[in-house]
């Protein structure tokens, strides 16, 4: 996960506006008084507010179609979004020490898969559609599929299957709520397991849908025997250099 999100599009709504703004400290009806060009004056601007009001009071929800063309238009690369309830919200890029967990973790699912001949692992915060009318789209750390999908047939936009498992790994400043949220998000849409990897304690939690979250400490091991047959290793390898890896 990426910490301190920014809302880009359709958040902050300013303060509404009323007739006042314009006649301050005077009833509109005393203003008005028999005037014609007060009158005229005083319906274009109500005019002007009430479209105002509309502008800004309901924006323009984006679907996960236009915000997959979206991010990919000019000036957006290097930029990573997520899309929250059809808003554009803003991520600023993880730290070295994330991009290297997610990447063990990763390395180890990716041998498991070659291992087996059988599914296979997406990485870089890939897109899975969580939920529509409004659309959110979020960007998870790795994600697991066992879809039996070629790179010639999976998506080449946002994926609309679970997968098996999801992870996201912690970052400074992430907030739980929002994390909590996001791993609710992937459950309700039929993800097994997510699993929650915090490098700053070495720990990893397990979620599942209906179930108490089951923590494992670093000189644990992860037995994922029960949706991955066969998938079992310590959680220190998560977090192992090539230089210290056996060495835990």
């Known amino acids: 996960m990426r910490p301190n999100p920014q ?79 059809g808003e554009v919200v803003e991520m600023p890029p993880p730290g070295k020490l994330h991009g290297f967990v997610c990447a063990n973790i990763s390395f180890l699912l990716s041998v498991f898969a070659r291992g087996r001949r059988k599914g296979y692992v997406c990485t870089n915060d890939s897109g899975v559609l969580v939920e529509r009318d409004p659309d959110t789209v979020r960007g998870v750390d790795v994600t697991f599929y066992e879809d039996g999908k070629t790179a010639e047939t999976m998506e080449q936009k946002y994926s609309i299957q679970p997968p098996v498992v999801a992870v996201e790994v912690i970052s400074p400043g992430d907030r739980m709520n929002r994390t909590l949220r996001r ?6 849409i039929g993800v097994q397991q997510v699993w929650l990897v915090a490098p700053q304690s070495g720990n990893l939690t397990i979620y599942r849908e209906g179930c108490e979250p089951v923590v494992l400490t670093h000189d644990q091991e992860l037995d994922a025997s029960d949706i991955l047959p066969g998938f079992r290793c310590r959680i220190a390898e998560f977090f192992d250099a090539p230089s210290s890896a056996g060495g835990a």
């Open 183 to 188: 791993i609710a998000e992937l459950l309700n």
């Open 7 to 85: 809302r880009w599009i359709g958040s902050g709504r300013p303060r509404r506006r009323s007739i006042g703004d314009c006649v301050p400290d005077v009833r509109v009806s005393q203003f008005l008084g028999s005037n014609p060009l007060r009158a005229l004056w005083y319906d274009e601007c109500t005019t002007t507010l009430k479209s105002e009001l509309m502008a800004t009071v309901a924006p323009k929800l984006m679907t996960a179609e236009e915000f997959y063309d979206w991010v990919h238009q000019p000036g957006n690369e290097d930029r990573f979004f997520e899309l929250e309830e």
